[in-house]
Every structure is written in structure tokens, then in C-alpha cells.
Nanobody, 121 residues
Framework: QVQLVESGGGLVQPGGSLRLSCSAS????????MGWYRQAPGKQRELVAT???????NYADSVKGRFTISRDNAKNTVYLQMNSLKPEDTAVYLC???????????????WGQGTQVTVSS
């Protein structure tokens, strides 16, 4: 019904930057909150940042001041600008969206497939 496709991951040196994108397609009527989570090997999935439909952001303490979340509602896309990256930011980053599905007008939770971010020298 709804697909989330992420892009922008990769390998970067400590102190570098990456920009992640996640676009929703399919039976999208509208989208409420969108967000990014990450999961490192052997660790639980954790929240990185979320953004409301009105553009209000929320960040994990570990990324405040370094990461910026934004969205383009016309494109059903959420972005994560990651600066001053550290080795501990290495993880699979997953996009999440609370989507109001067309036809049913029911809110459902969708996840992307994940994109690998590796911070290493």
C-alpha cells in the first residue's frame, strides 16, 4: 500500500557529513509524524529524530547540535542532515512514517528498509 525508500547512506570519515532522504509513495493521503531511527549491531533500535507534520523537530540527546531533520510535505519526503559524524553513529538508519492511507483514511505505521551509515577512518 505504502512504500518508504531511503537513500544517502555510505562510508564517511569521522567529522564528515551525510544527508539521508526517505520518500513515501503509494496510497498516501497525508503523513503525520516522520522520523529516523537507527540500530547498531547487537544493540536495540533507538530514536534519532522525529518531526511533526507542522515541522516541529525532536532529537535524541546524542545527536543534538549535529543532526538536523526536515521534511518536504509536497514530496512526502523526510531528510536527515548529519554533521560532525562520530564512529558511534555507525548503524543502519531506518525511516518511519505515520501515514494516513488513501481510501481507508486509517493511520498506519510504515518503515523503510534501512540504509547503512558507517563512520570510520
Amino acid at each position: 500500500q505504502v512504500q518508504l525508500v531511503e537513500s544517502g547512506g555510505g562510508l564517511v570519515q569521522p567529522g564528515g557529513s551525510l544527508r539521508l532522504s526517505c520518500s513515501a509513495s503509494g496510497r498516501v493521503f497525508s503523513i503525520n509524524a516522520m522520523g529516523w531511527y537507527r540500530q547498531a549491531p547487537g544493540k536495540q533500535r533507538e530514536l534519532v529524530a522525529t518531526i511533526s507534520s507542522g515541522g516541529n523537530p525532536n532529537y535524541a540527546d546524542s545527536v543534538k547540535g549535529r543532526f538536523t531533520i526536515s521534511r518536504d510535505n509536497a514530496k512526502n519526503t523526510v531528510y536527515l542532515q548529519m554533521n560532525s559524524l562520530k564512529p558511534e553513529d555507525t548503524a543502519v538508519y531506518l525511516c518511519n512514517a505515520r501515514v494516513i492511507v488513501a481510501m481507508t483514511l486509517r493511520e498506519d505505521d510504515y518503515w523503510g528498509q534501512g540504509t547503512q551509515v558507517t563512520v570510520s577512518s
